[in-house]
């Protein structure tokens, strides 16, 4: 199935750079390979006359490529000083429910713990 995939190798990347830059393209097409040999998908369910199914193709590389650019979106890291920041007022945060909660009469407390 590979063997006959990779002859349209360039179709794939073309469909990936629609999407993404090249580098990235090249590494969701090797993705794609892997997953349909992981899975797997023989030659028989993806070709149609002979030929890979395109659309099918195209859908899977589609689905990669946006799942790449979901998973970069939730990578984006925050600088460092602004993490610690988070941190520090998170902390700030709970010490003043403690402080709030130790004020409370012992039913108050159960109350809130159910």
Known sequence: MLNQLSKYHNDWLRI?????????????VQDV???????????????????PNRYYMYVVIRRSCLDFIRKQQINYELPE????EEKEDEFDLLQ???????????????????
Not at 16 to 28: G, L, N, R, T
């Open 16 to 28: 990936a750079k629609s999407f993404v830059d090249d580098i990235d393209a090249q590494d969701i």
């Open 33 to 51: 390979y892997i997953k349909l040999y992981d899975k797997g998908i023989t030659w028989d369910k993806i070709r149609y006359n002979d030929e």
């Open 81 to 84: 000083d602004i993490i610690e």
């Open 96 to 114: 003043a429910i403690q402080d709030e909660i130790e004020t409370w009469t012992y039913y108050e407390k159960n109350l809130f713990e159910i």
